[in-house]
């Protein structure tokens, strides 16, 4: 399975599913980082596991349906089955989401629909909730 991770920060969630054995052994191949800061910390741990970059930043764009076309095409030639939205902090339009229909699978930091957003996790903790987690949808 060919996927694309997209990730804007860090790259804890990329590692996490880059160094997974039992991903690597069902036969994930990550083909391509995509990420939207030019400065982020996961253009590197990309690199060290020689997966391919893209950066593309969105301010270089008009609005984010041609920023989302300028992913599309760098993605086309790659055969990408499925998108993993990994600590990708952009809201995400319909160019993308009809490119690859029921191909994208986003990891966020809470249970939706309680705590949406980047601070999913801080917000359940500073609630007192009982329980907590992530969502992926």
Request: include cysteine; glycine fraction near 6%.
């Amino acid at each position: 399975m060919r996927v694309a991770i997209f990730a804007s920060g860090t790259g804890s969630n990329f590692e996490a599913i880059a160094d997974n054995q039992r991903l690597q052994q069902a036969g994930l191949e990550i083909v391509q980082l995509v990420c939207d800061r030019p400065q982020a910390a996961v253009i590197e741990k990309a690199h060290r596991r020689e997966v391919p970059v893209t950066v593309l930043a969105p301010r270089q764009f008009e609005n984010r349906q041609a920023y989302e076309q300028a992913v599309v095409a760098q993605l086309a030639p790659l055969a990408i089955d499925y998108i993993i939205l990994a600590g990708y902090m952009r809201i995400i339009t319909p160019v993308l989401l009809g490119t690859y229909p029921q191909r994208i699978i986003n990891i966020h930091p809470a249970l939706l629909p309680d705590f949406p957003g980047i601070h999913g996790i801080e917000d359940a903790y500073r609630a007192k909730v009982s329980e907590t987690g992530v969502t992926v949808h």
